[in-house]
């Protein structure tokens, strides 16, 4: 296991996920906005570029399983990308269709970014995409990711987003306090801290936000 979340869990791709890998991207709906699906080759390839990325450079994209049940549900993780003609760490991830639209993608995705800025020297990060791609760009900004730019690599419109430590930083200090403030007011009631002269509003600006 790499990455362990509220619902799932991030581990290295095996062989033995061929198949639930082949349900992703060899299919049309899931891949709209890639030139084409990939085939049961592109499959093979996929698989060991990845594991070839986690013996090279410590990292690469990582098999999701559900913690409930340990359903295969896709992929999440950081790649070098060429972007804009720039080697970059990309934040990348594929989700079966299944799944969509239960915010597993934002909860990887969100992981893989902590866990970029904890062990690796990057101070930025990046995702890319079409620029029609909205269910991809609307992750990238749920993460903190904002939109730097648009290019044509010669076969389409991409949108570059990418977040710097400086802005996760500050995205984790906010996290950490709202995280404070729930085990606070777990423990007591409101009305005790009616009775103490201590709000809600006071909390907040106590607190670096």
């Not at 592109?42 to 450079?57: F, H, M, P, Q, T």
């Amino acid at each position: 296991m790499i990455i362990e979340t509220k619902r799932l869990i991030l581990r290295e791709y095996r062989y033995s996920d061929y198949d639930g890998l082949k349900s992703i991207i060899c299919d049309s709906e899931t891949m709209k906005f890639y030139p084409r699906p990939y085939d049961e080759n592109g499959v093979k390839r996929w698989l060991d570029w990845c594991i070839r990325s986690y013996a090279e450079n410590g990292f690469g994209l990582w098999a999701i399983e559900l913690k409930e049940n340990g359903d295969f549900i896709g992929d999440c993780g950081i790649s070098l990308q060429k972007i804009d003609g720039e080697i970059l760490p990309e934040i990348g991830y594929h989700i079966n269709k299944k799944y969509w639209k239960r915010g597993y993608a934002k909860e990887a995705a969100s992981a893989v970014r902590d866990w970029l800025f904890i062990h690796t020297h990057y101070d930025n990060t990046y995702s890319y995409m079409n620029i029609d791609n909205v269910a991809s760009y609307s992750t990238a900004a749920s993460i903190g990711m904002k939109r730097i730019k648009e290019y044509n690599d010669g076969e389409e419109d991409l949108a570059v987003y990418r977040i710097n430590r400086a802005e996760w930083q500050k995205i984790k200090i906010k996290e950490n306090n709202m995280n404070t403030l729930d085990a606070i007011f777990s423990r007591k009631s409101t009305r005790a801290y009616k009775n103490e002269q201590i709000s809600e509003e006071n909390l907040f600006n106590t607190m670096i936000l």
